[in-house]
């Protein structure tokens, strides 16, 4: 099976031990992701060595084969061990051993697609030898095998599994032989012998069963050599051990008032342990540290200062809450950082550092859908925190815009499915400044009326002095039927202006291209700018489009590519679109060119005049790729922030590029602080707060759990560090990865603080 949606992505561990920020500081973005450490929470340790003096062990020729239910993507059976092995705080009797270099100890299926170590996503409970989208068979010149061998007497024995000759899936040129060696005591060692080819692909190490400690040796980066051991000690004494169960805790603050819990589990073995619990408390702010388990409590028993906690069995979770009282004078954007240090007193050895953080809001107002499948419109500011809700099904794809009425339109596309087939709808309702509906849902146009099978998705909403524009597209899913790119304008009302909307592309039937990204913007000139993506499936070329649009009626004013793609060695999609001063846009798109098979990207930033004419060459970001990037300028005449996810694992990445379009800031990377927890991020939006900085917010990709929140000042640093803006909790969701997140600047005012708000 050829490897899906994998991000060309570097590590990244969860923040420990951080140092106080205090309230309202800005804190220095980092320029790259923390490589994993060589220890876990539980005690393992890792050490370099070499096989020449750790003893290479050939099961190719001493042990038996293993089969597995497929050479590709395949597993073993269970296999049972000759001895009970223990690996973190379990033991086990049986693994299971994957085609892609991983061995489990918990029932599993085949993964292709490495990740970092640890995630709490799945897999868990494994070893990584060379976690790769890896072959084992006949592949070329090579027979590709799994064997598995035991040597020993009890209490010394060991098991080794080894994968013999085995290639990556699309490279059988490069023969890959290692192994795992399991031994009684619970030391573990990966052995290379040979490594060939590309070496900068693959995960190496190990993750405890909830995903939550590990270590890493490497992800999709050198490191891993032949001839190379790696040697995995289990502590001897693991009595006393001490797991983050949520390390990291943040909150927008309230009235001045906030509070974050954090949860622990006691790993160790002994039969119970107590623990110290240390934090420091930023100059003006009042903090208060409590239990929320019924069976701890936190005293201080020997007057030292510190606080303690009361016993805590073997395997049970214990949550502390922080609740924090904010200085009066605190401004919006303000924050605090406060590390929490949790010490087994059993054995001050083990301990933990995790993270509150707390912030007060800036003005902003955002969109997401809720774990019950309703549109939302979320308000942020120093005076309030709610949401506005929908009263109807999720949509996907939604759209914001503030109008200069000071309302704001909200659109999405939804799917219905009338007797004659399915169909999709785009929808908008329309908000004052304050948050009460102004309209509600409305259909542009209704096909479910209309007996016709189209299907209207992706809207781009924008706001000119006079009308709202939204471009969309529309695909005939009938035989012989095509898509296109089209055009509508709405009144300040929200009343229909096209009865048919503009198509801007013409495609009829039996047309060859597919179109994709639309994305408007309107300029300070009067103009609608509409841009998109186009793949031609008769050459394979992919290339940019623009178009002007008349604000009064739509119609079109120019209509040109501006790109030359003619086959796919090098093509252009990705576009994105932001207003800037002078009725100018900046348009960005991401560029691809295969060089030697193997895809290199860039971005290009253009200044566009309102004519739809490139006005320079803009800014190249060379062998940068900023796939499902946003673009927000802080400020009338101000820079212009480019984000997005995916150039680093687990982070999002900005820049500044400043006004004319000439010229760009350093790099930076918010640096996830519940790493461990969330295993990809993504869906960033941005949008100025009116005061010269940029609010950030994205949202885990996984469990879609989470929406997190940033500050960013004009110069690039951090105003406040990632907070995280919304939590739908254990086993809940904000929407789907299709329900793009929106954000908008705040025009409303409010007189008092307001409690979240969540309408069900």
């Known amino acids: 099976m050829i490897r899906k949606n994998k991000r060309t992505i570097i590590g990244a561990a969860l923040m420990v031990g951080i140092a106080l920020a205090l309230a309202g500081k800005s804190l220095a973005a980092q320029p790259e992701s923390p490589r994993a450490g060589f220890t876990d929470q539980f005690g393992y340790s890792l050490v370099t060595d070499t096989i020449t003096n750790t003893g290479w062990v050939d099961a190719f020729t001493n042990g038996a084969p293993l089969t597995l239910d497929s050479n590709d993507d395949g597993l073993t059976a269970p296999i049972n061990l000759p001895f009970s092995f223990p690996f973190y705080e379990n033991t086990y009797s049986a693994i299971q051993v994957d085609s892609n270099g991983l061995l489990y100890f918990s029932p599993a299926i085949s993964r292709n697609v490495n990740q970092p170590i640890p995630r709490r996503a799945l897999p868990n409970n494994f070893i990584a030898a060379y976690w790769s989208d890896l072959f084992v068979g006949t592949a070329g010149s090579f027979n590709g095998a799994l064997y598995y061998q035991v040597l020993g007497s009890a209490p010394n024995r060991k098991v080794v599994i080894e994968w013999y000759d085995v290639t990556r899936l699309l490279d059988i040129s490069h023969p890959l032989t290692f192994e795992i060696i399991l031994f009684e005591n619970g030391n573990i060692y990966l052995q290379y012998q040979t490594l060939t080819g590309n070496l900068s692909d693959a995960t190496a190490g190990i993750e405890s069963s909830d995903g939550l400690d590990g270590i890493q040796f490497v992800y999709d980066s050198p490191g891993l050599v032949q001839g190379l051991a790696l040697r995995l000690t289990r502590p001897v004494d ?110 001050p050895g083990r301990s933990f550092s995790g993270l509150a953080r707390f912030a007060a809001p800036t003005r902003f107002v955002y969109t997401f859908s809720d774990t019950n499948e ?342 690039g640093s951090l105003a406040t560090p990632p907070i995280i803006l919304k939590d739908a909790g254990p086993g809940g969701a904000w929407g789907t990865n299709t329900s793009r997140l929106n954000a908008a600047s705040f025009s409303g005012f409010f007189l008092q603080y307001m409690p979240t708000v969540q309408k069900k």
């Open 374 to 715: 309703f549109n939302s419109l979320g308000y942020l500011s120093p005076e309030v925190k709610k949401d506005s809700t929908l009263f109807y099904s999720l949509g996907r794809n939604h759209t914001l815009a503030l109008t200069p009425a000071n309302t704001y339109f909200y659109a999405w596309d939804r799917s219905y499915t009338p007797a004659w087939g399915q169909v999709s709808n785009i929808e908008f309702a329309i908000f004052n400044a304050n948050g009460k509906v102004q309209k509600d849902f409305s259909s542009l146009y209704d096909h479910t009326k209309d007996t016709k099978w189209l299907q209207d998705s992706q809207p781009s909403l924008a706001a000119g002095s006079q009308n709202i524009g939204i471009l969309f597209l529309r695909h005939d899913p009938a035989p012989g039927g095509v898509n296109n790119i089209l055009f509508a304008l709405l009144d300040s009302a929200g009343n229909l202006m096209t009865t048919t909307p503009v198509s801007l592309t013409n495609q009829t039937s039996g047309g060859s291209l597919i179109f994709s990204a639309p994305r408007l913007a309107a300029t300070t000139d009067g103009k609608f700018i509409a841009t998109w993506a186009v793949f031609n499936a008769s050459d394979f070329s992919r290339n940019i489009w623009l178009a002007v649009l008349n604000p009064a009626d739509g119609s079109i004013l120019s209509n040109a590519a501006l790109t030359a793609s003619t086959s796919n060695a090098q093509v252009f999609d990705q576009p994105q679109i932001q207003a800037l001063s002078g009725g100018r846009v900046a348009l960005a798109y991401q560029e691809t060119q295969l060089v030697g098979g193997n895809p290199v990207f860039s971005t290009h930033v253009e200044p566009v005049d309102s004519s739809g004419s490139p006005l320079s060459s803009g800014v190249l970001l060379a062998g940068l790729s900023t796939a499902q990037s946003t673009l927000a300028q802080t400020s009338p005449g101000g820079p212009v922030l480019m984000a997005w996810s995916g150039s680093t694992e687990n982070q999002v990445t900005y820049l500044l590029i400043n006004d004319s379009i000439t010229t760009t800031s350093s790099i930076f990377h918010l640096i996830q602080p519940d790493a461990t927890e969330v295993s990809t991020v993504g869906n960033v939006a941005a949008a100025s707060d009116n005061n010269g900085r940029s609010i950030l917010i994205w949202m885990d990709m996984i469990s879609l759990r989470r929406i997190y929140y940033a500050l960013v000042n004009a110069d």
């Open 238 to 347: 693991n009595s006393y051990g001490l797991r983050a169960i949520s390390g990291f805790g943040s909150s927008m603050l309230v009235g001045r008032l906030g509070q974050v819990s954090l949860s622990f589990r006691n790993v160790g073995q002994f039969s119970s342990d107590r623990y110290e619990v240390q934090f420091a408390t930023p100059s003006d702010w009042s903090l208060l540290l409590s239990s929320e388990t019924p069976a701890v409590s936190l005293v201080d028993t020997n007057g030292n200062g510190i606080i303690e906690t009361t016993a805590v069995n073997s395997g049970e979770i214990f949550t502390l809450t922080l609740r924090a009282a904010a200085p009066a004078l605190l401004s919006p954007g303000g924050f605090a950082s406060v590390p929490i240090t949790v010490t087994s007193m059993g054995n």
